[in-house]
């Protein structure tokens, strides 16, 4: 890996830590497409995974997820805090398990 490749990944992850939006795009492409990236990504972003809380929500179709899930977002952003949301479907019969990027 050239100093430039480490360079540009240590931009992205200080540039999405900031909140922008494309920059954690573009790290969620190079982990998707297995870049020969992904353990420099990986070993930026780890010194920072301690920082998040992770909730996980569930349950059947229709029961109130999304809605759950945008009434906890608007709460967690009206005191300040950032929110990304990852929305899963694990049933998808296409991949197996798609990300909902459409939220």
């Known amino acids: 890996m050239t100093t430039r490749n480490r360079a540009d990944v240590e931009a992205l992850v200080t540039r999405a830590r900031a909140g922008d939006h494309r920059a954690v795009a573009r790290l969620i492409s190079l982990v998707e497409d297995a870049s020969p990236l992904l353990r420099e990504v990986s070993t930026r972003l780890v010194p920072h995974a301690g920082e998040a809380h992770v909730i996980g929500i569930?349950?059947?179709?229709?029961?109130?997820?999304?809605?759950?899930?945008?009434?906890?977002?608007?709460a967690l952003r009206s005191t300040g805090k950032r929110v990304g949301v990852l929305a899963?479907?694990?049933?998808?019969?296409?991949?197996?398990?798609?990300?909902l990027g459409d939220r």
């Open 88 to 99: 899963v479907d694990p049933s998808s019969p296409f991949s197996g398990g798609a990300l």
């Open 58 to 74: 569930t349950g059947s179709p229709g029961v109130g997820k999304s809605t759950s899930t945008s009434a906890l977002v608007g």
